[in-house]
C-alpha cells in the first residue's frame, strides 16, 4: 500500500475572496459546466417551493360551487288614468327608479337581499341555519340597473338551491313591503270616502227620476241626437237630389229609345228565351222566302201563297210564345222591340238597370223622410228635458268633485304598487354550475405555471450574466 503525497498549496493556488466575489456576482463562462449541479439543486428547491402549496391546496380545499343570479331594474315609469262620471279625468305617475339622485334603487335592494331577515326565510327554507346558509354576494354593475348576487354551496344543486330560497324570500319580502305600504295608504282615506257619498246622493235621486221619466240618460244623448238629426237633414237632401238626378236621366233613356221601361223589360226577357228566338229566326227566314217568291211570281202563286202560309205560322208561334212567357196579349205585345241586338241591347239593359237604380233610391228617401219626421218629433219632446237635466248636472258636479277626488286618490294608489319600491324582474335564474368555483384548479396550475417559468428565467440570466455583463460594459467603455 502506497500513499500519494501532495504538495502543499500555495497563495496562488488558493482561490482568494476577491476572486469569489467576483465569480459570484459576474459569474462563470458559457461552457462552464462545473455550475450546472448548483443551478439544478436551485431549480429543484423552487420547484418545490412552488409545487408544494398549490398541490396542498388543491388536495386539502373542499370544493366548493358557485350560482349566480341577475336581476334587473326598468328604468320606465308608470302612469295611470281614470275617468269620472264625466266629470273629468284622475291620473297617477310614478317616476322612473332611476330619476332622483337622491335614493338609488339599485342600492336599497342590494342592502335588502343582504338583509337578516331575507337570509333567515331563506335558511329556514332550507332547514338551514344563517351561519350555514352564508350570505349571498351582491354586486352592482356600473352604469346600468343590474344586480347579480351569487351563493354558493358543496354541491351544484345545493348552490342553485340557495340562491332560489335567497330570490323567493326577496320577492316574498318586496310582496309584503308594497301590501303593507297600499293598506296604510288606503285605510287614511276610507274613512272621508261615506260622507262625501252621503252628500251626493240627495242630487243623484233628482237625476234619476228624470231619466226615468223622460228616457234621457244625459245631455251627451241629447246633443248625439242632434247631430244625428242634422246628418240625415244633410242625407236627406243628398238623396233627394240623387233620385231627381237618376229620375231625370231613366226619363232621357226611354225616350231616346222610344219604348216603355216595362216593354224593355219584357224585350230583354223574351229575348233572353232561346226558344223565343229560334221561332223569331223561323220567322224571319219564311220573310225571306216570301219576299224571293213575290220578286218572281204573282201573288196567287203556289209558291207565294205556301211562304205566306209559313211566314204566318212562324210569326203565330212566336207571338203564342211571347204570350206565354209575359202574360200580355198580343195587341200588347205589339208595340215590342223585335231586334234588341247590338248597341241596342245594350242600351235597353241599361234602361233596365237605371230603373231598378231608381226605384231603390226612391225607396231610401222616402225611409228616410219617415226617420227624418219621427226624429224631429222626439227632439222636440227631449229639448225641455236636456234642458233640466244640465242644470240638474251641474249642480251634482259640485257636490260630487269633492267626492271623486277622493275616490280617486284611493283608487290611483292601488295602480302605483311601484311607487316606492320599484319593479324588479329576474333577468336571469339561479345558475347550476357545472364546475368548482373554490379550488380553482386551472388558476393554480397556471399561476404554477407562470412561477416555473420566471423562475427559469432567472436562472437562465443567471447562467449567462458573464456573457451579458462583459458584453454592457464593452458598449460602455468602447473597448473592442
Known amino acids: 500500500m502506497t500513499t500519494a503525497i501532495h504538495p502543499p498549496l500555495t497563495n496562488l493556488d488558493a482561490p482568494t475572496v476577491k476572486g469569489r466575489l467576483k465569480r459570484a456576482i459576474i459569474g462563470g463562462k458559457l461552457a462552464d459546466l462545473g455550475r450546472l449541479p ?6 429543484l428547491l423552487g420547484g418545490a417551493a412552488i409545487w408544494g402549496p398549490i398541490t396542498g391546496y388543491l388536495k386539502a380545499a373542499p370544493l366548493t360551487y358557485k350560482s349566480t343570479t341577475s336581476l334587473i331594474l326598468p328604468g320606465s315609469g308608470a302612469s295611470a288614468s281614470m275617468n269620472l262620471n264625466g266629470i273629468g279625468q284622475a291620473s297617477s305617475y310614478a317616476n322612473s327608479a332611476f330619476a332622483s339622485n337622491a335614493v338609488s334603487p339599485t342600492e336599497t335592494y342590494k342592502r335588502l337581499l343582504d338583509a337578516d331577515r331575507i337570509v333567515d326565510a331563506a335558511a329556514d327554507s332550507l332547514d338551514l341555519s344563517r351561519a350555514d346558509l352564508g350570505r349571498p354576494r351582491v354586486n352592482l354593475v356600473d ?4 344586480i347579480h348576487f351569487e351563493t354558493t354551496g358543496g354541491s351544484p344543486a345545493e348552490a342553485q338551491a340557495r340562491g332560489d330560497a ?7 319580502e318586496l310582496d309584503a313591503l308594497r301590501a303593507d305600504e297600499q293598506q296604510t295608504r288606503e285605510d287614511s282615506s276610507l274613512g272621508a270616502i261615506q260622507d262625501y257619498r252621503d252628500s251626493v246622493a240627495s242630487t243623484r235621486i233628482d237625476i234619476e227620476d228624470l231619466q226615468a221619466s223622460t ?13 244625428q238629426h242634422t246628418i240625415l237633414e244633410a242625407e236627406l237632401r243628398n238623396q233627394q237630389a240623387i233620385v231627381f238626378e237618376q229620375e231625370a236621366a231613366l226619363n232621357a233613356l226611354a225616350v231616346s229609345l222610344g219604348i216603355d221601361v216595362s ?6 226577357k223574351l229575348f233572353a228565351d232561346n226558344e223565343y228566338r229560334q221561332l223569331i229566326d223561323q220567322a224571319a227566314d219564311h220573310a225571306a222566302d216570301l219576299a224571293d217568291a213575290l220578286s218572281q211570281y204573282g201573288t196567287s202563286h203556289p209558291k ?5 202560309r209559313a211566314k204566318a205560322q212562324a210569326d203565330g208561334a212566336a207571338t203564342a210564345r211571347a204570350v206565354g212567357l209575359t202574360g200580355l196579349s198580343a195587341a200588347q205585345l205589339a208595340g215590342l222591340d223585335v231586334a234588341p241586338n247590338g248597341e241596342r241591347a245594350a242600351l235597353l239593359a241599361e234602361l233596365v238597370g237605371m230603373h231598378a237604380k231608381y226605384m231603390g233610391a226612391k225607396e231610401q228617401f222616402d225611409a228616410m223622410v ?3 219626421t219621427a ?12 234642458a233640466l237635466l244640465q242644470d240638474l248636472q251641474r249642480d251634482f258636479s259640485v257636490a260630487e268633485a269633492v267626492f271623486a277626488s277622493a275616490i280617486a286618490r284611493t283608487q290611483t294608489t292601488k295602480s302605483d304598487v311601484y311607487a316606492s319600491y320599484p319593479l324588479v324582474q329576474v333577468l336571469e335564474n339561479p345558475s347550476l354550475p357545472d364546475a368548482p368555483s373554490s379550488p380553482n384548479r386551472k388558476l393554480a396550475i397556471a399561476a404554477g405555471g407562470a412561477a416555473t417559468f420566471m423562475m427559469i428565467i432567472g436562472l437562465l440570466l443567471g447562467w449567462t450574466r458573464s456573457a451579458i455583463i462583459t458584453t454592457l460594459i464593452k458598449k460602455t467603455t468602447g473597448v473592442a
Open 38 to 43: 448548483r443551478y439544478i439543486a436551485f431549480a
Open 143 to 146: 352604469q346600468t340597473s343590474l
Open 166 to 172: 335567497i330570490l323567493a324570500a326577496f320577492f316574498a
Open 215 to 227: 228616457g234621457l240618460l244625459s245631455v251627451a244623448q241629447y246633443d248625439a241626437l242632434l247631430a
Open 263 to 268: 216593354l224593355a223589360a219584357v224585350t230583354l
Open 304 to 308: 207565294v201563297q205556301d211562304a205566306g
Open 370 to 372: 219617415a226617420q227624418n
Open 375 to 386: 226624429q224631429s218629433a222626439r227632439l222636440d219632446e227631449m229639448a225641455s228635458a236636456a
